[in-house]
């Protein structure tokens, strides 16, 4: 079985949660692992050191001028002829705000079926078993893929986990590359201000919270202190978000962000449906609040009833000695 | 339809124009929505356990499709001529979602009859197709993602069927020649695009306040006779998903949660050590 994993790459390095479901797939039995990655020429050879750690067969690239700056059209296209040329019986991606968009173009040109953020893959009998959440989490859905060929599936940062290190040095294979017809494409990107360096909240292995109990914005300093004490990436409720406390970028919850970090800190967070939908997948919940009755303590795993203003900077505090 | 050149005026989806508006000012809008369980709805399980048990759940326009369903409006009340028609794919009951669309000021409904088990290939394919056959579209416009199954797959492949260019996750647009866009991605970031007409946009959260439907506009929105297409009307008829679901469970129940007691600086000390000592988290 050939299981084709495309790897995200930015400013010269593979995405982590690329090369976390890479280290998954080089580890399935019976499965001959590829990776493809794309880009304009001269961009690639880079990135090839990064997957030894955990070799595929094979390292496919795609390389052109056309592939420089992200299209929809582009790289749908340039995935699904490698996809195709290779005879891939699954192909896979770490769910990104890219794969996410170009990947449904590729399904429909291979004629195919694809699984959005899949919690869990793997191969069983020569068949790509899959399951993802719905109804924002409520219920987890085994996927059956029928005789869909090449089967797609994007997969959650942290689901997986990185698995140990299989070294190796992968062949590698430059692809013939046509993009065909590219209507639009990135013209520039305009960074967030103040978010260079911390993870993205869908890829964060540790996310510290706030909610409206916050008050105000310049009070979620206290979470970001905290936050910077173990790495973690701040988010917020919506009802922080609807009172202007902190973008909408920040928001965890059913029409925000969807999180599966290791570790989950909610201040002053009430626990409402539509927030659990977003975090729930947190391997470890801890929630800091001032009503026992809060909905949040049927989900956290440990909770603290108390004032966040002066529970947050004891605990961070602990964690600086801690982390020592 | 388009008719031409009838008697000096161009005819125009049984609108008239004088000479000096061209056919591309008829501009059809579509607007692509799909009907989904409100975010309170406990979702239960049947008892074959491959689908969700349905029965007693509270409906509702999805909410990222109210963004798109806004922009459309937005576009029309700018554009002299232009038009909005609002589809949706999905069985019988996706009719009332038509009806609140209409109620925000479409002009006009289509239902596309898909089962309850259509994949996201099957809409976007039936969706593809009831928009050709009415169309053509100048733009279409949809929400980012459904809330019931999360997919977040049919804007991007109604558009491939549709051989449109598309760009999701739309924060703003500006109408011009082109369209100028801004899309959400990781960290908040902003990707910036210049997108040709005819093409697909799909709404993120924010891009506009969508407006609520007034009572008038509620009860005239009812008597809007709603066109009704089958998979067999848009040659779809041996058409099949592409995948589906063999199991639903319920996420397994996280057990309960460990209340830490005491002062600040003592439960602070208490629940670190656990991060670090039971859950190894830290």
Same mark, same amino acid.
């Given at each position: ?324 | ?111 596309? /009859?898909? =089962?309850?088990? $259509? ?5 976007? !394919? &039936?969706?593809?197709?009831? *928009?050709? +056959? ?73 891009? /506009?306040? =969508?407006?609520? $439907? ?5 009860? !005239? &929105?009812?008597?809007?006779? *709603?066109? +009704? ?54």
């Amino acid at each position: 079985m050939k299981v084709l994993v495309y790897c995200e790459h930015s400013n010269g390095r593979i995405k982590k949660g690329s090369l976390e479901l890479l280290s998954n797939v080089v580890t399935w039995p019976g499965v001959e692992a590829h990776a493809l990655v794309l880009g304009a020429p001269g961009t690639l050879a880079g990135l090839l050191s990064q997957m030894e750690s955990h070799a595929p067969h094979t390292v496919h690239t795609a390389e052109h001028s056309a592939l420089a700056h992200y299209s929809p059209e582009g790289f749908a296209k340039v995935v699904a002829d490698a996809a195709k040329t290779l005879g891939a019986d699954a192909l896979l991606a770490t769910l990104s705000a890219q794969a996410k968009d170009f990947l449904p173009r590729t399904s429909v040109k291979l004629d195919t079926g694809m699984a959005s953020d899949c919690t869990s893959v793997s191969m069983e009998g020569g068949k790509l078993e899959a399951k993802r959440p719905m109804f924002s989490g409520k219920v987890s859905a085994s996927v059956d893929f029928g005789n869909a060929k090449p089967a797609i599936a994007t997969v959650r940062p942290n689901a997986l986990g990185v698995k140990p290190e299989k070294m190796g040095k992968p062949a590698l294979n430059a692809l013939t590359v046509d993009p065909g017809s590219i209507r639009t494409s990135v013209k520039e990107i305009v960074a967030k201000s103040g978010g260079a360096g911390k993870a993205d909240l869908t890829e964060a292995e540790r996310i510290v919270s706030g909610g409206r109990s916050l008050k105000n914005s310049e009070n979620f300093k206290i979470l970001e202190d905290l936050a910077s004490v173990i790495g973690a990436t701040v988010g917020a409720s919506r009802a922080a978000v609807d009172a202007g406390y902190r973008p909408h970028s920040d928001q965890v919850g059913q029409t925000g962000k969807t999180v599966s970090p290791v570790l989950y800190m909610a201040f002053g967070i009430s626990g409402a449906i539509q927030h659990l939908a977003g975090m729930r997948s947190s391997k470890v919940i801890v929630a800091v609040n001032s009503d026992p009755n809060a909905p949040i303590f049927q989900k956290a795993d440990y909770g603290v009833v108390g004032d966040l203003f002066t529970l947050a900077p004891a605990i961070t505090e602990e964690l600086k000695k801690a982390m020592h | 339809m388009l008719q031409t050149l009838h008697y000096g005026r161009k005819l125009c989806y049984g609108m008239s124009f004088p000479d000096s508006q061209t056919l591309e000012q008829c501009m059809k809008i579509f607007v692509c929505i799909k009907q989904v369980p409100d975010t309170e709805t406990k979702i239960k399980i049947a008892p074959d356990g491959k689908s969700a048990d349905m029965t007693g759940v509270k409906w509702i326009l999805c909410p990222y499709d109210e963004f798109a369903v806004e922009e459309a409006i937005r576009f029309k009340e700018k554009n002299a001529g232009a038009t909005v028609t609002v589809v949706s794919a999905g069985p019988d009951r996706a009719v009332e979602a038509l009806r609140t669309a209409l109620a925000m000021g479409c002009n006009e409904a289509i239902h596309v /009859n898909t =089962p309850e088990s $259509a994949d996201s290939f099957l809409n976007a !394919k &039936a969706l593809a197709r009831a *928009i050709e +056959k009415n169309g053509p579209a100048h733009i279409v416009f949809t929400g980012k993602q459904a809330i019931d199954d999360d997919c977040a797959q049919v804007h991007q492949a109604m558009a491939e069927f549709l051989n449109l260019p598309a760009v999701t996750v739309v924060l703003r647009a500006t109408y011009g020649a082109t369209i100028q866009l801004e899309r959400e991605v990781e960290g908040g970031s902003l990707e910036k695009y210049d997108l040709p007409t005819p093409c697909v946009i799909a709404a993120q959260k924010g891009m /506009n306040e =969508p407006r609520y $439907a007034s009572l008038p506009n509620i009860m !005239k &929105a009812k008597k809007i006779e *709603i066109k +009704k297409m089958t998979l067999a009307d848009l040659d779809l008829a041996n058409a099949t998903s592409k995948i589906s679901y063999k199991q639903l469970t319920l996420p397994p129940d996280r057990g309960s949660c460990k209340m830490i007691t005491g002062d600040a600086p003592a439960a602070a000390a208490a629940l670190v050590k656990a991060l670090r000592e039971e859950a190894k988290v830290i």
